[in-house]
């Protein structure tokens, strides 16, 4: 089956923490995203990667960072700057990275503080 | 700065009937506008989208129309089932902005018996 992979579905975090989100995809992807999901908030792009070892900044980067070290892989961390990190956090990829390309999302993780 | 305005936040549509959800915009560069649908504990997924060369676009029981000189644009829903019952997000992008989709802020749309 191929798909995108979020790991773990829910998370909590500590005061102070850093945590990290998994996001594996096996559909040989050019392109994966970041984004967070707040109730009547919509979607919004925190980062993105278009090839392996490039990624930029979305429009709510702060206190986030992020990796591409793997095509499949794009791994976000929350930091402890992000202080108001509860959300849904959603991953999502793109076969290349024209604009009518389909979106495709994996199931997310819930993360939480405690 | 919201870009995509979405309305209602939720609707309750009786089984047959017709679902409308509404989407005005800002940026005159917005040349692409798709719209996803996300189950509970899901991610969203591509339902239909529409570019501003065409003023409507159907497929199935889903329609896009699309106002330009309005800039607004919506989902209608024919003969709506419980099984449509989902959020549904507007989205859209900038020629030359890749991939980058500004989202509305969500309709969750029931549909009851």
């Known amino acids: 089956d191929g798909g995108i992979t979020q790991s773990p579905k829910y998370l909590f975090r500590k005061e102070g923490q850093n945590v990290t989100l998994s996001c594996e995809q096996n559909?040989?992807?050019?392109?994966m995203y970041w984004y967070r999901q707040d109730p009547g908030q919509g979607l919004r792009l925190i980062y993105y990667?278009?090839?392996?070892?490039?990624?930029q900044k979305g429009d709510i980067a702060e206190g986030y960072s992020v990796s591409r070290e793997k095509k499949e892989s794009f791994p976000l961390t929350v930091t402890s700057a992000q202080k108001n990190p509860t959300a849904f956090y959603l991953c999502?990829?793109?076969?290349?990275?024209?604009?009518?390309?389909?979106?495709?999302f994996g199931s997310g993780t819930q993360l939480s503080v405690l | 700065q919201q870009q995509v305005k979405q309305s209602p936040q939720s609707l309750i549509v009786q089984k047959g009937g017709i679902s409308i959800i509404n989407c005005a915009y800002e940026?005159?560069?917005?040349?692409?506008f798709p719209w996803y649908q996300q189950f509970p504990g899901k991610g969203p997924a591509l339902l239909i989208a529409?570019?501003?060369?065409?003023s409507e676009k159907k497929e199935g029981r889903f329609t896009i129309s699309f106002n330009k000189s309005a800039k607004q644009f919506s989902l209608h829903i024919m003969d709506s089932q419980p099984g449509d019952s989902a959020t549904y997000f507007c989205?859209?992008?900038?020629?030359?902005?890749?991939?980058?989709?500004?989202f509305g802020t969500g309709t969750q749309l029931k549909v009851e018996l």
């Open positions: 559909l040989n992807h050019d392109a």
């Open positions: 999502a990829s793109t076969l290349g990275t024209s604009q009518s390309e389909k979106l495709f």
């Open positions: 989205a859209a992008s900038e020629n030359g902005g890749g991939n980058k989709l500004t």
């Open positions: 990667s278009q090839i392996v070892n490039d990624f």
């Open positions: 529409i570019r501003p060369d065409v």
């Open positions: 940026n005159t560069a917005f040349d692409y």
